[in-house]
């Protein structure tokens, strides 16, 4: 069975009705619908050549990086590009003050120099079958979850059987249709090289989610496989991955206009969304969770400016926090300032309306009318998660430390009696090991104080028997949790009777006074409220569908491979504001010569520009660094390819610009562009800035 979405799509394409190309995320396995739209654009690829599963395509280049990036082959040597940002937690995990990769840069001379990284992970797209009918066959509606689990698990394991591949179904549009994804998904690799901060993280904050845009935000990484060419455990005899398709480098002329590609792995948007809900997210859960992250990020910037140490101990953390941070500050300022309530509104009068034109369409109204009605009373629910979700997984440190011994503490006496304790409190060392080599008391102590003021506040809760100050000031003195040399006393001298010590340290009973309740109350309300308000968007999309079928209409991001494609181009996204549609090396300087130390350069950077000295990597007399596009991303394109005209990479997607970030909820066209580090730029930083030119030999650069 087609999807109802490819049935449309092609009628909206073949229709008088005109279609936006650049919203958004199309399903590579349907490619066919656009390829005239997209010639039409300037494209000279086949659909075949884009994603084919009885021969190589470009599909085979991109990976899934770490499970939340987009990273592509670059050579036939396993050659990975990402993001620098995609990369940071890496980066930084092989820093140290000897060896301050973050602050120098590092750059492998060899595949001997080349970096393990545990637990990191490439994993690309075999192929992509739409199962909606297999998935459903028996079962009695759509929300029949017994009958669809067990037809997912047959098909699953039907898709993998006799393969080392492994296999995924996801729903689509809330559960109306259904997609297999094979993925192969390979374990080691490699850190080859990165450079600097002062170019990967040019801009800092400061720069995060604007245009012009002058960031270098690139990594590079190196796929092994066993002799077989297969996935394989890290090993000093795997060999570089033999690819079955790698991306050529772009090095034409660029200019506006020229068609743009980007192949990668969005993570999730919210097209569908209601007035009530939107309005949720604007007028309260953002803000909130905005000054959560405000407070976190005072504390961490001051630590980080105050110590190196400190500096390299946070810099993958703070990266982390203040991403979403001005994401969301943008994505609110973004959503009021093109009244997505009011355009929200609009399109629900008019659903309503059309709902009502056919009897058989009263469902789609009553869809609607319950969703809005679930929010205005059920939001409390999701509120209490998110300020949940910002102080137990994004707030003080030390939480995690007490959730890892969780499971020592309940089964105790079954791995003593099985003589496994040893190796259980070996593993725990381990882990402290790697905790505290990135953690600074003093700095969570800070954030413990300030956040848990902020949550007592938002949860609207208090302490028992003692103020935020006093109890952040006991558990920063006595808890076991905040200081290494207790926690490793702890687990050094462990037996039954520590078990009742623990019971009663002050940092542990504080987390699990709160959060217990937020596990065992909290959580399971909004899966219940989540699960309540998807059955009515199921409904209410396939409304959508039903009522408008020559609208265009797209299936939500859910980190699945997706294409989405538009032109290079600025845009003018508020009256007297002009974005030129590519930034150069001297606007690195200009911005250098303001004094912002989110501008900080090395004196090399200084050396080459007033040398001119571009190699072959310049256009004219200027040297690219980024440029823009309309296409339409979300997080997870972070490190994606954008590809030209001949599917060659022009540049590695890495940002949206501040007027962009609401395409989540709701996209734009003209205010909505996607953020590029040109290719060349990349290149020339390898080979003129960092003498690393064997990386770009590895490539076939595309000249005419």
């Known amino acids: 069975m087609k999807m109802r979405f490819f049935v449309l799509f092609c009628i909206a394409i073949f229709s008088l009705k005109p279609v936006l190309a650049e919203e958004g995320m199309l399903i590579p396995s349907l490619i066919a619908a656009f390829e005239n739209d997209m010639k039409a654009k300037g494209m000279k690829l086949s659909a075949a050549d884009i994603y084919s599963v009885n021969s190589t395509s470009i599909k085979d280049a991109i990976f899934q990086f770490g499970g939340g990036c987009t990273a592509e082959l670059v050579s036939d040597k396993g050659l990975l590009l990402t993001n620098h940002h995609c990369g940071y937690g890496q980066i930084q995990a092989h820093s140290s003050l000897e060896h301050d990769y ?18 990191l992970t490439a994993m690309r797209i075999v ?27 047959k098909l699953v394991a039907a898709a993998i059987a006799g393969t080392h591949f492994e296999a995924e179904i996801k729903p689509f549009n809330y559960g109306n249709d259904y ?8 374990t080691d690799i490699r850190f080859v090289g990165t450079p600097p901060n002062s170019i990967g993280k040019f801009g800092g904050d400061t720069d995060n989610w604007v245009w012009p845009r002058h960031t270098g935000d690139f990594s590079v990484f190196r796929i092994y496989a066993g002799k077989d060419n297969k996935p394989a455990a890290y090993a000093a005899d795997n060999q570089p991955y033999k690819p079955l398709h790698y991306l050529p480098i772009s090095f034409q002329n660029r200019q506006e206009g020229d068609f743009t590609m980007v192949y990668g792995f969005p993570g999730t948007t919210e097209q569908h969304v209601v007035s009530e809900y939107l309005k949720f997210i604007i007028e309260k859960e953002r803000p909130s969770r905005i000054e959560m992250r405000n407070q976190s ?9 105050a110590s190196d140490l400190t500096r390299i101990q946070y810099a993958a953390k703070q990266a982390s926090i203040a991403n979403a941070w001005k994401k969301w500050i943008g994505q609110v300022e973004g959503l009021e300032n ?34 809005n009605g679930l929010m205005a009373k059920g939001t409390l629910t999701e509120y209490k998660y998110a300020i949940g979700v910002e102080y137990f997984s994004v707030g003080p440190e030390y939480f995690k430390l007490v959730r890892g011994i969780e499971d020592l503490l309940l089964n ?34 800070q954030i413990f104080l300030a956040l848990t003021k902020l949550y007592l506040t938002y949860s609207v809760q208090s302490l028992k028997g003692s103020s935020v100050e006093e109890l952040t000031n006991l558990i920063y003195t006595k808890s076991i949790f ?7 006393a702890f687990l050094s001298g462990f037996s039954a009777k520590s078990v009742k010590k623990i ?29 309540e308000v998807n059955k009515w968007m199921q409904v209410y999309v396939d409304g959508k569908y039903v009522m408008f079928p020559l609208h265009k209409h797209w299936p939500d991001a859910n980190s699945t491979l997706r294409i989405t494609y538009g032109q290079l181009e600025g845009s003018a996204p508020t009256d007297g504001m002009r974005y030129t549609e590519h930034t150069t090396l001297d606007g690195i300087i200009a911005k250098y010569n303001m004094g912002n130390p989110d501008f900080e350069l090395l004196p090399r950077m200084l050396e080459l520009h007033a040398a001119k000295n571009y190699g072959p990597y310049a256009q004219g007399d200027e040297l690219w660094v980024c440029f823009t596009g309309s296409n339409h991303t979300t997080g997870g394109n972070s490190g994606s390819p954008v590809l030209d005209k001949n599917g060659y990479l022009m540049g590695l997607n890495f940002d949206r610009s501040w007027e962009s970030t609401m395409s989540d909820y709701l996209f734009d066209p003209d205010r909505c562009r996607n953020i590029v580090v040109d290719i060349r730029y990349v290149l020339w930083v390898m080979d003129v800035y960092s003498g690393a030119k064997h990386l770009v030999d590895e490539m076939t650069l595309m000249k005419e």
């Open 297 to 305: 990020l005072a504390v961490i910037d001051a630590g980080m400016k």
């Open 127 to 153: 192929r992509i079958e739409d199962v909606t009918a297999a998935v459903l066959a028996g079962a009695s509606s759509k929300s029949d979850q017994t009958i669809i689990a067990a037809n997912i698990k």
């Open 482 to 488: 905040t200081d290494e040399s207790r926690f490793k």
């Open 338 to 371: 093109l009244g997505a309530i009011e355009i929200k509104l609009a399109e629900e009068t008019r659903y309503k309306a059309m709902a009502s034109s056919k009897p058989e369409w009263a469902k789609y109204a009553s869809a609607l009318e319950t969703l």
């Open 412 to 445: 105790h006496a079954k791995y003593g009696a099985n003589n496994e304790l040893p190796k259980v409190l070996e593993k725990l060392q381990t882990t402290a090991d790697g905790f505290f080599k990135n953690y600074n008391a003093g700095v969570d102590r």
């Open 503 to 531: 019971e009663k340290d002050p940092g542990f009973v504080h987390f699990n006074q709160f959060f217990t309740p937020f596990r065992n109350d909290v959580v399971p309300a909004y899966k219940s409220f989540q699960a």
């Open 179 to 186: 997609y297999l994804m094979v993925k192969e998904t390979f």
């Open 102 to 119: 973050l602050k120098n840069g590092f750059w492998a001379k060899n595949y001997a120099e080349e970096l393990p990284n545990p637990g």
